[in-house]
């Protein structure tokens, strides 16, 4: 859940200066109260010898004159005693000031030209946080000296640190205390408290109470029981509660946030187990406010027709015989469609520009279909490299135009023999068991059978991880032969899971076929050698 404010420490602090900008010669006072649960810990106060005089004007506003500051200790020395006072270093310690910027401002400069040891503290602007909990109408303005009266504060400001030190601290409490029904309860919140949220939407944070700090995936709920909404997180109290701040930009979020009435988790073992969640509850249940991961199983396919005069074509219905020969899937007809073109302008075994096949298939069409299969199994540089070379050609010939529209139907058909190339080696392994070290210790395990994660698990740091690797095998969901490509499994999880199992930092613990035990062939995972991949300038052309 966090730490609760009570037990968070207060620096409130306030400073008195020439007038000057921030540096080792401007500071003339400094008066800071620490404050935890609403009780005063300790103050500090000291007047500070700039090292120059301070203007006439200064010393009318303040009353700090040359001759009080005189035997002062100087910048340096002031500073340090205040720092080693406040520890501003300590994990939830906060440094309070009001219209921070100057303060904190002051602080820094001051540290970095006298070579004092300054660590970036968590700030909060008691300037921010009054406009946030009260508007205009509720009070004339937001001058400290407005605020502390508004709040009844004991002690009046009067360009004296330590005084405007106390006064900050009373209106600190009570603008807290007006912003705890809007969510502001922890030190968690104090990041986001002064962001311009509408209250009744930063009120709805306490959806997020009672979430578990672990992984899993979150639904938002309408008043109708609908879902709104499908995300995963990694922590899904801290990523649900997130939605509530100046954190969330997006309109259309922003407005489902305010219909939003519940949050449902369901949570998961590991992180990929979660996206994995995420990515089936969009494709069953169509929520209104998701944008990708929609309709998965309509995305086309390029491959060769099985007919008598082969040609180039798109399918949603790829056996998984096929998977080895096309490229896909495209995330629209009409990016399919240019990878099309780029790839028949160059096997002509079918015009790009929708003529009859035979207008412009040569004599030899049967050695033109061997080497279409090729391109579209791995090879994808026999189109890749005649359309590089016309594209050169016509950017020789400025005619830019021209060379940017090849350039973009060949980068659909790159992107579309990527996406292949990363989703074959898993969409034909019957079964797949894979590991990787967490960041605090121990193994996570997944189990992956003909591209559908089947199970995931983690272990503990230190232990043996074979104990749990056997009761993962054991009760891994069982997952038949597909008959095609997409039919059980989206392609967007199968490219998932092998962006996590043959990552670099991934351990292939167990493939079926290896041992022999399992029955079958042994499973193969590679890569072409010249996979699309390698054509990152043109991939990258319009990312």
């Excluded at 504060?153 to 009373?170: F, I, N």
Aim: aromatic fraction near 4%.
């Amino acid at each position: 859940m966090g730490t609760p404010l009570r037990e968070v420490t207060f620096v409130v602090v306030d400073l008195e200066t020439t007038g000057g900008g921030p540096g080792a010669h401007a500071i003339t006072e400094i008066g800071a109260v620490k404050v935890r649960g609403g009780v005063v810990d300790s103050e500090f106060s000291t007047l500070v010898n700039p090292g120059a005089a301070i203007p006439a004007q200064i010393t009318v506003m303040t009353g700090i004159t040359n001759a009080m500051v005189a035997g002062a200790p100087p910048v340096g020395q002031a500073l340090a005693a205040f720092l080693d006072w406040a520890d501003l270093t300590a994990p939830t310690t906060v440094a309070v000031a009001h219209n921070a910027r100057f303060d904190l401002g002051h602080l820094r400069g001051a540290a970095r030209a006298l070579g004092l040891d300054w660590h970036e503290p968590a700030v909060l602007d008691t300037l921010a946080l009054a406009r946030r909990a009260w508007p205009r109408t509720s009070v004339p303005n937001h001058k400290l000296g407005t605020l502390a009266a508004f709040v009844g504060s004991p002690t009046t400001p009067a360009h004296r640190a330590l005084d405007d030190a106390r006064a900050t601290m009373d209106v600190l409490h009570a603008a807290l205390e007006a912003l705890g029904p809007q969510g502001v309860t922890h030190f968690e919140d104090l990041s986001t408290a002064t962001d311009p949220v509408p209250s009744s939407r930063r009120v709805k944070s306490r959806l997020a109470d009672g979430l578990p700090a672990a992984p899993g995936v979150y639904q938002f709920l309408s008043p109708a029981g609908q879902v709104l909404y499908v995300g995963s997180a990694v922590n899904l109290h801290r990523r649900v509660r997130s939605y509530f701040t100046a954190a969330e930009k997006r309109t259309k979020v922003a407005r489902m946030l305010d219909t939003t009435v519940a949050v449902r988790t369901i949570e998961t073992p590991t992180e990929l187990e979660a996206r994995v969640r995420e990515l089936r509850l969009i494709a069953e249940l169509d929520p209104p406010v998701n944008r990708r991961s929609r309709s998965p199983r309509r995305r086309p396919w390029l491959c060769l027709s099985a007919t008598p005069h082969p040609h180039l074509a798109l399918t949603t219905a790829l056996p998984l015989a096929e998977a080895g020969c096309a490229v896909g899937p495209f995330p629209s007809r009409t990016a399919a469609r240019e990878a099309q073109r780029a790839a028949e302008s160059v096997l002509r075994l079918d015009a790009w520009d929708g003529r009859a096949a035979r207008s412009v298939r040569r004599n030899d069409s049967p050695a033109d279909a061997d080497t279409a299969l090729r391109a579209l199994s791995g090879e994808i540089d026999l189109v890749a490299g005649p359309l590089l070379a016309r594209i050169a050609e016509l950017s020789a010939a400025e005619r830019y135009e021209e060379a940017g529209l090849w350039t973009r139907r060949l980068r659909a058909l790159l992107l579309g023999a990527c996406r292949a190339e990363k989703a074959r080696p898993l969409l034909t392994c019957p079964h797949l068991l894979a590991a990787r070290r967490r960041e605090g210790g121990g193994w996570e395990l997944v189990d992956v059978r003909w591209g559908r994660l089947a199970g995931s698990a983690v272990t503990p740091p230190g232990a043996d991880p074979r104990p749990t690797i056997a009761t993962l095998r054991a009760t891994a969901q069982v997952v038949d032969r597909p008959a095609r490509v997409g039919a059980d499994t989206s392609v967007e999880e199968t490219a998932l899971l092998a962006d996590w199992v043959l990552d670099a930092g991934a351990r292939l613990v167990e493939i079926e076929g290896d041992d022999g035990d399992a029955g079958g062939e042994p499973a193969t995972l590679c890569w072409p050698v010249g996979a699309a991949a390698r054509h990152r300038r043109v991939i990258d052309a319009e990312g």
